[in-house]
């Protein structure tokens, strides 16, 4: 697999780039927002890093830019800004997941393989999921409702898939946690809760019925009941 590197500080891209390719995957480095964006676009990648701040354009308009021009691949932003507020803004961005530094390269690891998994259908000819008027396909990875196509990142879609797959059952911030991102989240973390809101919003927002629902105490639900 092959992943971009969107870093403006050369030890930081070297040491991601060392890591990386002793883990078995091909790098490619770039040291500005625009070069990164253009890399991003042009060039077969499977996974983009990128730092928030940097020359040019910064991570966050990056992250939009690559988005706006019709960028699926999954995007890892990397950064020492940590508040809720800064995730936040990154994944409104278009972003899958958020590190910030300093993390241990093991951690890193663990999140690169869990947003370039090929995600494995458990029955091997469903390639469509459907509930309410929402369709799922899982070949094409379009989510569509009412005849309108839902533009979704790639971690997106694999939390509303497994919303769907688990139709009319409540599942828990923790089960989505390791099966959506394969690891356990820190009790302080929100990364959940944030992507919840951001495929509520594009899925229910202009539609009838609200699809997706809390259960306070309990996890989330995907029903066409209140």
Known sequence: MRILI?????????????????????????????????????????????????????????????????GRMPILMLTALGTTDDKVNGLDAGADDYLVKPFEFKELLAR???????????????EQLEYGGLLLDLARKEAVREGRRIPLTAKEFALLEYLM????????RAQISERVWDIDFDTGTNVVEAYVKLVRKKVDREFEPKLIHTRVGFGYILTDRP
Do not use: H, W
Not at 112 to 126: D, I, K, M, P, W
Not at 166 to 172: F, G, I, T
């Open 165 to 172: 797959r688990n139709a009319e059952r409540v599942v828990s």
């Open 112 to 126: 690169v393989r869990s947003l370039t998994r090929r995600g494995s259908v458990t029955n091997a000819q469903a």
């Open 6 to 70: 969107i870093e403006d500080e050369p030890k930081v891209a070297g040491f991601l780039k060392q890591g990386l390719e002793e883990s078995g995957y091909e790098v490619l480095n770039a040291y500005d927002g625009p070069t990164g964006r253009q890399l991003a676009l042009q060039e077969p990648v499977d996974l983009v890093l990128m730092d928030v701040v940097m020359p040019g354009m910064n991570g966050i308009d990056t992250c939009k830019a690559i988005r706006k021009a019709g």
